[in-house]
């Protein structure tokens, strides 16, 4: 069994080519909540969503997110009315909104209909929403002071402003969803994949039961650097990691990830970094990390995996290894 | 100042017939809230939406519910999701209720939002949610007992069920909209809409101060019968009123009715009626009150108005009046 602690599209992806090395019903994938939110009524769960959109093989790759083939006819409606429109919902993509709302109504909870959805779209992946309760991502801007809500950073602001401090409220409060520990302990190889490291995965590890969890299989976690040669692959990771006073670099990566990370996979563009991770007790893996396609991304996957299944001791002594 | 009592086709149809004979701006709907629903998490007010649709020249006149050119694609794929699509919402539609609920969640009032989206949509007409109050209208099925919503009852179970009673859940506590009393004390004449009596305009009549208010102005207030020749002229107002003990006729209406309105205005089919209807010392006007268009409804919102303006003393001597 392997389990994946995902964010979005960059999670999405390695996934789409880890079940193509992997059974998908051995995998298991750990989504980040912290981007929920609840827009129109409707409860959103932006990664939730793009990790099954694309193991459903229904997202839209050059848009990067959403459905592909998707329409907006209830966009331009509301729109049309002076509605809020910013945050922009496909008519197909409502209708799962629709359905989990409509089941969280009726008492469900996020991680049930988690696994409804999943299976009426046809992903065999198991998904857990890392927690049932309410954890919310919230950023404090560096100029006004002022705090804002996930996605009004993200899509709103289009996450061109700088950041002073990012907070997961109602993390320390959250207990794992259902599934989630033993999908941890039990796992052959635990994955952390290329999400951001503060947005995405910040909010995972922000669960003090996820993170003791996961430090405690230190030697059988594998996490794949999403900056590489110093920049973000998607995303404002870089520029947060420098905002919040981090380096922003696999070295970074790997200084954020050291106590529960036993070996990192850094692209090969970051192979000069490889000592200076080394030094910090974190294994390293050069490899070519960018997934244009599913191949790529089965390639990296097999990487990964190879990596967790002969993972390093606590105090390693390998070097590093370079994996064709 | 005129103000109508408003459930949702009829009432729409004779509005719309209303607005060519006096100015829009002269009109308040008081519009039933009884028929509202929480669904997929969207606050959902179907005769609201009916009247403004109507009144804003963009209702589907053949499908009798809805916004005209309409498309479906949330609707399929909710479908397809296996969520609940019995209680079909059009995409255009769904942006009313996206709107509405955002706004609702934001803390504003129906009422507030109700002006807002009648602005934006173009319509002039006040319109006016009957309370801001939730109510809830609920019925008894006579065979299993059992006490459904009101859209289980008229759409999932398509009015095929005999009911046994109807209540309206709130309204006994519930307190009139902002505007609503005013509306009813001030108007020159007060419409009571050819709707539904029980389950349209029995939620409006549910709340005290609605109902002391308009009995308050009995003889300024003019009925117009939904039921012509003994038949609902849309949905099951003549099989509800039977299987609640009255009389599924002119005279049945006129009896409901016979506290808070001195006029009736009943159709030609239903002449005979009229010594019966006088015989409770409610005035008979008999009219067309078919509305195939807008050009009857205006004939008929005339000749409301012209027996409105011209009302019975509270013992009315005048036989019924034929109107051409």
Partial sequence: MITAVAGGVGAARLLRGLVRVVDPTDVTAVVNTGDDTVLHGLHISPDLDTVMYTLAGRNDEERGWGLAGETWAVMDALHQLGGESWFRLGDRDLA?????????SEGAALSAVTAELAERTG??????????????????LSESGAEVAFQEYFVRLRHEVAVRAVRFQGADLATPGPGVL?????AEVVIVCPSNPVLSLGPVLAVPDILDAIRGRRDHVVAVS????GAAIKGPADRLLKELGEEPTAVG???RYS???GT?????????????IEALEVRCV?????MHGPEEAARLAAVVLDAGRHGPGRRSRDHSSRVP
Avoid: K, N
């Avoid at 799962?96 to 969280?104: A, I, V």
């Avoid at 999403?226 to 040669?229: D, R, S, T």
């Avoid at 050069?286 to 960018?290: G, L, R």
């Fill in 96 to 104: 799962t909104h629709l359905y989990r709302t409509q089941r969280m």
């Fill in 253 to 255: 990566v790997a200084r």
């Fill in 286 to 290: 050069v490899a070519p990390t960018i």
């Fill in 123 to 140: 992903v065999r992946v198991r998904l857990l929403p890392m927690t049932d309760a309410a954890v919310r991502t919230r950023l404090v």
């Fill in 226 to 229: 999403p900056i590489v040669a």
């Fill in 182 to 186: 033993d999908a941890i302990v039990q």
């Fill in 259 to 261: 106590s529960f990370a």
């Fill in 264 to 276: 990192l996979v850094i692209d090969e563009a970051d192979a000069a970094h490889a000592p200076e």
